[in-house]
């Protein structure tokens, strides 16, 4: 297989500094990374905006067409969400020194991350859904412009607005009957939820920004074998296993199986990531589900991450759509086994600011902070 070689591109405001932008961009090659490909050249560019046209402007339009040359790229990958005309433009202007070139933006380079890994009829269901949605508003942003114009010169109505018409039928008949195949695996999923809740087990989820080692502490708590990899979007289906409780120090007197802790079932989830267009994270409706179902949320943060706090409110975001951020939830700071010195006061200030979401610091890879954090599980079960 030959090497997909990439061109990484953001635009941002005139006052961003530099190396906070090539941060931002640290993500987008590790997705770059995820997907197969080697990012070859970094390109930032300083704009009010992006250009109305081609993204970014004419000059540098001309640098990229160079660069294109001289180190064989076929891939420009653009860190935002690019709307069609722009994408389209960009495209055609670098046709003239690679009439192959790709151009994505963030989403469709999510997307096809997302096709790669999809294993489940239902994950693979929910990603042809979310391409869809995509890919339409692409025609429909396009129709304006490139469809129509295609019929200029021709007296009637014009063809453009015809194909537009029909390929805008074409995906509502596609996008229903997808749903609606979706819509049954969603019900059976509800009714096995709803069977969990009436036999009484007590259900907690794990969710996080992806890459925080969400199916590492999975398989911890579960003794399960799921794939742990630092990639991103590794796991894209749910998965559940019942919580080992068993190492916990028993007391004598209390009879746990009455409480019913040894019945909790744990899931495991697809990771989330910041610029997620809602119709994406709609479409995974089915497999969040279980986080939708729990009755507790173990909120997974990777605290050796730069972008920590911004991760944490990307996460918070999106529970807030979900209609979870009600939930009783845990904070649980991971990968502490990453950090060095003294950590005391970093824990405690986290604790304040988070206090409520009873914070645990715990550290998959060597186990520190677990007993303690399943204790905390256990008595939040309780009340939940
Ligand atoms: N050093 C260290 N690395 C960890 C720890 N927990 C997870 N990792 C690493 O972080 C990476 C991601 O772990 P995963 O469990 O796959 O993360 P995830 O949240 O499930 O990621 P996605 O499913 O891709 O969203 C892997 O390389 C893990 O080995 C930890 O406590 N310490
Ligand atoms: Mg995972």
């Given at each position: 297989?030959?090497?997909?070689?990439?061109?990484?591109?953001?635009?941002?405001?005139?006052?961003?500094?530099?190396?906070?932008?090539?941060?931002?961009?640290?993500?987008?090659?590790l997705?770059?990374?995820?997907?197969?490909?080697?990012?070859?050249?970094?390109?930032?560019?300083?704009?009010?905006?992006?250009?109305?046209?081609?993204?970014i402007?004419?000059?540098?339009?001309n640098?990229?067409?160079?660069?294109?040359?001289?180190?064989?790229?076929?891939?420009?990958i653009?860190?935002?969400?690019?709307?069609?005309t722009?994408?389209?433009?960009?495209?055609?202007?670098?046709w003239?020194?690679?009439?192959?070139?790709?151009v994505?933006?963030?989403?469709?380079?999510?997307?096809?991350?997302?096709?790669?890994?999809?294993?489940?009829?239902?994950?693979?269901?929910?990603?042809?859904?979310?391409?869809?949605?995509?890919?339409?508003?692409?025609?429909?942003?396009?129709?304006?412009?490139l469809?129509?114009?295609?019929?200029?010169?021709?007296?009637?109505?014009?063809?453009?607005?015809?194909?537009?018409?029909?390929?805008?039928?074409?995906?509502?008949k596609?996008?229903?009957?997808?749903k609606?195949?979706?819509?049954?695996?969603?019900t059976?999923r509800?009714r096995?939820?709803?069977?969990?809740?009436?036999?009484?087990?007590?259900?907690?989820?794990i969710?996080?920004?992806t890459?925080?080692?969400?199916?590492?502490?999975?398989?911890?708590?579960?003794?399960?074998?799921?794939?742990?990899?630092?990639?991103?979007?590794?796991?894209?289906?749910?998965?559940?296993g019942?919580l080992?409780?068993?190492?916990?120090?028993?007391?004598?007197?209390?009879?746990?199986?009455?409480?019913g802790?040894?019945?909790i079932?744990?899931?495991?989830?697809?990771?989330?990531?910041?610029?997620?267009?809602?119709?994406?994270?709609?479409?995974?409706?089915?497999?969040?589900?279980?986080?939708?179902?729990?009755?507790?949320?173990?909120?997974?943060?990777?605290?050796?991450?730069?972008?920590?706090?911004?991760?944490?409110?990307?996460v918070?975001?999106?529970?807030?759509?979900?209609?979870?951020?009600?939930?009783?939830?845990?904070?649980?700071?991971?990968?502490?086994?990453?950090?060095?010195?003294?950590?005391?006061?970093?824990?405690?200030s986290?604790?304040?600011?988070?206090?409520?979401?009873?914070?645990?610091?715990?550290?998959?890879?060597?186990?520190?902070?677990?007993?303690?954090?399943?204790?905390?599980?256990?008595?939040?079960?309780?009340?939940?």
């Open positions: 297989m030959h090497e997909l070689r990439v061109v990484l591109i953001d635009v941002i405001p005139p006052h961003r500094h530099l190396s906070d932008a090539l941060k931002d961009l640290a993500e987008l090659h997705l770059v990374k995820t997907y197969g490909g080697t990012d070859v050249v970094k390109i930032i560019q300083h704009r009010t905006a992006p250009d109305k046209a081609t993204f402007g004419s000059g540098k339009v640098e990229l067409a160079k660069i294109i040359k001289k180190e064989r790229i076929g891939q420009i653009i860190n935002s969400i690019v709307q069609p722009q994408l389209f433009n960009l495209t055609r202007s670098l003239s020194v690679n009439p192959n070139i790709q994505w933006d963030r989403v469709d380079l999510i997307l096809n991350i997302f096709d790669k890994n999809a294993r489940s009829a239902e994950a693979k269901l929910q990603i042809e859904i979310a391409r869809m949605f995509h890919m339409k508003f692409r025609i429909y942003g396009l129709g304006g412009t469809l129509s114009r295609q019929a200029g010169g021709i007296g009637t109505r014009g063809i453009g607005e015809t194909n537009v018409e029909r390929m805008r039928r074409h995906f509502k596609q996008i229903k009957k997808k609606e195949e979706l819509e049954k695996l969603t059976h509800q096995q939820l709803s069977r969990r809740k009436e036999n009484g087990i007590k259900t907690i989820s969710i996080g920004y890459n925080a080692g969400k199916t590492f502490l999975f398989n911890l708590l579960t003794g399960k074998k799921n794939a742990v990899k630092d990639a991103l979007f590794v796991t894209l289906d749910s998965s559940v019942s080992k409780l068993n190492t916990l120090r028993v007391r004598k007197s209390t009879n746990t199986h009455a409480e802790v040894d019945n079932v744990i899931s495991d989830t697809i990771g989330f990531i910041q610029n997620l267009p809602p119709t994406l994270i709609d479409s995974f409706k089915s497999t969040l589900m279980e986080s939708i179902y729990a009755d507790i949320i173990l909120h997974l943060i990777d605290i050796s991450d730069e972008k920590m706090d911004e991760k944490i409110r990307t918070e975001k999106i529970t807030y759509e979900l209609g979870i951020s009600k939930k009783k939830q845990i904070f649980v700071f991971n990968k502490i086994d990453k950090l060095n010195g003294d950590l005391s006061e970093l824990f405690n986290l604790k304040e600011k988070y206090s409520d979401f009873s914070p645990q610091f715990i550290s998959v890879k060597t186990s520190e902070g677990i007993e303690s954090l399943k204790e905390d599980i256990r008595r939040s079960i309780l009340t939940a």
